[in-house]
């Protein structure tokens, strides 16, 4: 079955305390992404990847890392996490090129809570 | 800067009748436009899309129409059921981002 796969899908963790949650997708595609969902501001992009060993900064990237080692994974790293990073994070992916038509394939979600 | 808006968080209608969500959007570069549906817990999936050349895009119940010259695009359910009922997305692709609206809660009632 196709899909991305998201861990952990549920963490309360404390500030300051380093945590990662990983993304794994099995459909091949290039293009990888991070969002992050909050009441009253949809989704908003994090980091994306066009492929191995190539990531960009989306629109609220501060306080995030990613890599993108393997086309498969692409993990979200919080270094410090303080409570404004308390939110629902999705990852997404989708193939690149010339038919691309932005559609993306979601994770289910991540809800990270941080105290 | 909100370069997608959906201006209305939520929008309830009656089985069977239309349903019309709306977004606007600021940049013309856009090269594809698309619709998202999100059931809570889960992550959200496609829906329908529309090139930025083209006007409208059919699905079977569901419909996307783009004016360009307004920068506005909507999506219209018909006829809406009640498993239509979940939060609506719409986003915008271009640069190798897909930039999404705020979201409408669509609510169906029976």
């Known amino acids: ?115 | 800067d909100q370069q997608v808006k959906q201006n209305s968080p939520s929008l309830s209608v009656q089985e069977g009748r239309i349903s019309i969500l709306n977004c606007d959007y600021t940049n013309s570069m856009f090269d594809y436009f698309l619709w998202y549906k999100k059931y809570p817990a889960e992550g959200p999936t496609f829906l329908i899309s529309i090139s930025s050349i083209k006007d409208k895009n059919e699905d079977g119940r569901f419909t996307v129409f783009l004016n360009k010259s307004a920068k506005h695009l909507s999506l219209h359910i018909v006829p809406s059921q009640p498993g239509d009922s979940a939060v609506y997305f719409c986003a915008a692709s271009g640069g190798g981002k897909l930039i999404f609206g705020q979201g409408t809660e669509l609510s169906v009632k029976p």
């Not at chain 1, 796969?5 to 300051?16: A, E, K, M, S």
């Open chain 1, 1 to 115: 079955e196709a899909q991305v796969t998201q861990n952990p899908r549920y963490l309360i963790t404390v500030t300051g305390k380093k945590l990662t949650v990983t993304c794994s997708q099995n459909m091949n595609h290039e293009y990888m992404s991070w969002y992050r969902q909050d009441p009253g501001l949809g989704l908003r992009q994090i980091y994306y990847s066009m492929n191995v060993e190539v990531t960009d900064k989306g629109d609220v990237p501060e306080g995030y890392k990613v890599s993108r080692k393997e086309k498969r994974n692409f993990p979200l790293i919080l270094e410090s996490p303080s409570p404004n990073q308390t939110s629902l994070y999705f990852c997404a992916s989708r193939r690149s090129g010339l038919a691309d038509t932005g559609e993306l394939f979601f994770g289910e979600g991540s809800r990270l809570t941080v105290l």
